[in-house]
């Protein structure tokens, strides 16, 4: 008759220890804290130009066109142009604050801090198993962007302020209103 490797105690030993070990495994730990933005000062959206409108507008549709803008559509008439953007770097145009995240398991530690607008990468903890005791590790890969689209209204004179419009020098100025891009307009 052969002969068992283990005998019938052994084996049972060997089954209980097993046990121990796989139910003393602890599962990794992660969080995640978040900061609020810091308060940025208002954004203007007007740009004063001492230029006539035809020439306004040439230099307008010019730098716009230089810039990451994609001109859309341009009714010199209507003195309308609208413009689309996007990026896959938020976090270089708006400000939603920051995430600090942490992740521990075994004798792994991370900390991240990354701006909740930008792209991230990171790892994450948690447990599973019919008694919520065996480990598990995710891998987080955030891919963020940002797109939107702008009407730019240039008035021929100055139509949104009852006061005459004056520059720094006290000379008449044309006021250029441009809603939504925060004032990145190039002034004459």
Not at 38 to 56: C, H, M, Q, W, Y
Not at 97 to 114: L, P
Not at 128 to 139: A, K, V
Not at 167 to 175: E, K, L, Q, R, V
Request: charged share 20%; glycine share 8%.
């Amino acid at each position: 008759m052969p002969r068992s490797l283990l005998t019938a105690g052994q084996f049972l030993c060997l089954t209980i220890l097993a046990c121990l070990l796989s139910s003393c495994a602890t599962p990794g730990t992660s969080g995640n804290q978040y900061r609020e933005p810091i308060k940025a000062e208002p954004v203007g959206n007007e740009a004063v130009v001492r230029l006539p409108f035809s020439d306004t507008w040439d230099l307008l549709i010019g730098q716009l066109a230089k810039s990451f803008f994609v001109i859309n559509n341009v009714e010199k008439v209507s003195r309308i142009i609208n413009v689309s953007f996007s990026t896959d770097k938020p976090e270089e145009y708006i400000d939603c604050g920051t995430t600090e995240r942490t992740f521990q398991y075994a004798n792994e530690s991370q900390t991240h801090t990354d701006p909740v607008a930008g792209s991230s990468s990171f790892k994450v903890a948690g447990k599973w198993g019919e008694y919520d005791h065996l480990p598990l590790i995710g891998y987080v890969d955030r891919k963020t962007s940002l797109e939107g689209r702008i009407n730019v209204y240039v008035p021929p004179k100055c139509v949104f302020r009852p006061i005459p419009a004056t520059d720094s020098d006290g000379n008449p100025a044309t006021i250029l209103r441009v809603l939504g891009i925060g004032g990145r307009l190039p002034s004459a």
